[in-house]
């Protein structure tokens, strides 16, 4: 189970291996005609339940809007796209919208989230993000 603060467990036990861990982040995939998540290494799949987010946002890049994703693939953000978890409040966003039309989860790590905040100004009462040259509103959070 891919556990929404980005741990894992096999079973209810938790998987410690650091290496293991950072393998399964980078092989989480989505599966879009069966509507499931796996776990791919190799030639080993295997489906695993997914508690939050089956991606994880690890940075942020307010120069070129990009955010780099827990299967170290980079994408733009879609600010349109940013709420907050019911669980804690962390930062969520759409991801992988190639597979899904309405996007996956990816959870922001506290780095990510701190890099975006980073980026945040008020303008006209309003919160905006700076990317780069442009300024774009941010959706109610």
Do not use: T
Request: glycine residues 8%.
């Amino acid at each position: 189970m891919l556990h929404h603060d980005g741990s894992w467990s096999h079973e209810g036990a938790p998987i410690l291996n650091a290496r293991l861990r950072a393998a399964f982040d980078r092989s989480v995939r989505f599966l879009p005609a069966e509507g499931v998540y796996v776990v791919q290494l190799g030639r080993f799949r295997g489906q695993i339940e997914v508690e939050e987010a089956g991606f994880f946002v690890r940075a942020f890049d307010a120069g070129s809007g990009r955010i780099s994703l827990s299967d170290r693939s980079e994408e733009p953000l879609a600010p349109q796209s940013l709420h907050l978890s019911p669980r804690d409040g962390a930062f969520l966003c759409r991801v992988k919208r190639d597979l899904i039309a309405s996007g996956l989860l990816a959870r922001f790590s506290h780095a990510a989230q701190s890099q975006l905040l980073d980026a945040v100004e008020e303008r006209g009462g309003k919160a905006c993000l700076r990317l780069a040259d442009r300024v774009l509103a941010l959706p109610e959070l």
